[in-house]
């Protein structure tokens, strides 16, 4: 019988820990959009992030700001239309945030950036993403 419990309890621990039952440290599963996924209200001035300059240029974003009131997202395959400041976009799950941004380099409109987004959501857990992207009109 002692043993048997000690089994249970060797497979259920990890279990729970690892599916976080109690609701701390999830991880926010931020997933892949593409252009055809922004509404038309949003085109104009921006900021276009991806994790990668490979992905940014096949098109796979994590993150858009039309340079104002809107940002948009996606998490687990659901875009998530946050409002802000332009510096900080809020919903009631989620806020979302760059942070040190770097200038890669310069066009005409627009700047190559390196950045860090931050999304937390309202649980208090937080997730940092390195991004590549271009903000620009």
Not at 18 to 26: E, W
Not at 38 to 67: N, R, V, W
Not at 124 to 137: A, F, H, S
């Amino acid at each position: 019988m002692k043993l048997r419990v000690i089994k249970i309890i060797i497979f259920v621990i990890p279990f729970l820990l690892s599916n976080d039952i109690f609701g701390q440290h999830m991880k926010i599963d931020l997933t892949h959009f593409e252009l055809t996924d922004i509404p038309d209200t949003f085109y104009g001035c921006s900021c276009m992030f991806s994790s990668s300059k490979q992905e940014y240029q096949a098109g796979q974003y994590l993150y858009f700001d039309d340079l104002g009131d809107n940002c948009l997202i996606s998490i687990n395959n659901k875009i998530i239309v946050l409002e802000g400041d332009g510096e900080k976009y809020n919903n009631d799950e989620f806020s979302v945030y760059l942070f040190n941004r770097t200038q890669v380099d310069e066009g005409y409109e627009s700047s190559v950036l390196t950045a860090e987004l931050i999304i937390e959501d309202k649980q208090g857990n937080e997730q940092t993403y390195r991004v590549y992207g271009i903000c620009g009109c």
